[in-house]
């Protein structure tokens, strides 16, 4: 049965077929109300949460950049409107029937982030990445640099940095 040569992958195809083998990390990709696509490291995502605009508590008296919290099995998580917080000009739009919030995580903190819609897993090789250009001064100190794509450099997906998010001073404004 080993020595079979009809179980041998590649067989009528020249060869054994080789994997290949991703280059980079492992990144979640995702799009602002903007339009603008931005990504986050797989190893700084705690869990990607679908739910409805109804399950978020609205709390008074915090930063407009906040829309509430929600229960997560017992947890409560603040979210976010990541594109106000980011100093985009489209503000996250609430009147949806499910809303998608990347949740990270730094040491014993969890941020819920409103995102429009997510893309997907893909492998990117930070070693490809340059240095954030043309970017608003509120934005820059969150992100980690950006990718260029298309053969115009027409496509940019910029990486975030979840701890400088987390960690940031405007949550208290």
Same mark, same amino acid.
């Given at each position: 049965?080993?020595?079979?040569? =009809?179980f041998?992958p590649?067989?009528?195809?020249?060869?054994?077929?080789?994997?290949?083998?991703?280059?980079?990390? #492992?990144?979640?990709?995702?799009?602002?109300?903007?339009?603008?696509?931005?990504?986050l #490291?797989?190893?700084?995502i705690?869990?990607?949460?679908y739910?409805?605009?109804?399950?978020?508590?609205?709390?008074?008296?915090?930063?407009?950049?906040?829309?509430?919290?929600?229960?997560?099995?017992?947890?409560?998580?603040?979210?976010?409107?990541?594109?106000?917080? #980011?100093?985009?000009?489209?503000?996250?739009?609430?009147?949806?029937? =499910?809303?998608?919030?990347?949740?990270?995580?730094?040491?014993?903190?969890i941020?819920?982030?409103?995102v429009?819609?997510?893309?997907?897993?893909e492998?990117?090789?930070?070693?490809?990445?340059?240095?954030?250009?043309?970017?608003?001064?509120g934005?820059?100190?969150?992100?980690?640099?950006?990718w260029?794509?298309?053969?115009?450099?027409?496509?940019?997906?910029? #990486?975030?940095?979840?701890?400088?998010?987390?960690?940031?001073?405007?949550?208290?404004a």
């Amino acid at each position: 049965m080993v020595g079979n040569q =009809e179980f041998l992958p590649g067989q009528g195809t020249g060869g054994i077929q080789e994997l290949e083998n991703p280059e980079g990390e #492992l990144h979640l990709r995702f799009y602002l109300p903007s339009g603008n696509e931005f990504a986050l #490291l797989a190893t700084d995502i705690r869990e990607v949460i679908y739910q409805s605009p109804e399950s978020i508590t609205a709390i008074p008296n915090v930063s407009p950049l906040l829309l509430g919290t929600i229960n997560v099995r017992g947890r409560v998580i603040w979210v976010a409107d990541l594109a106000q917080f #980011l100093g985009e000009k489209v503000p996250f739009n609430t009147d949806k029937s =499910e809303i998608r919030i990347i949740a990270v995580e730094d040491q014993d903190t969890i941020l819920g982030l409103a995102v429009d819609r997510i893309v997907g897993m893909e492998w990117l090789d930070e070693k490809k990445m340059k240095m954030s250009t043309d970017v608003a001064d509120g934005m820059a100190p969150f992100l980690r640099g950006e990718w260029v794509f298309g053969e115009k450099g027409e496509q940019v997906l910029r #990486l975030l940095d979840q701890e400088a998010i987390i960690r940031s001073a405007r949550w208290a404004a």
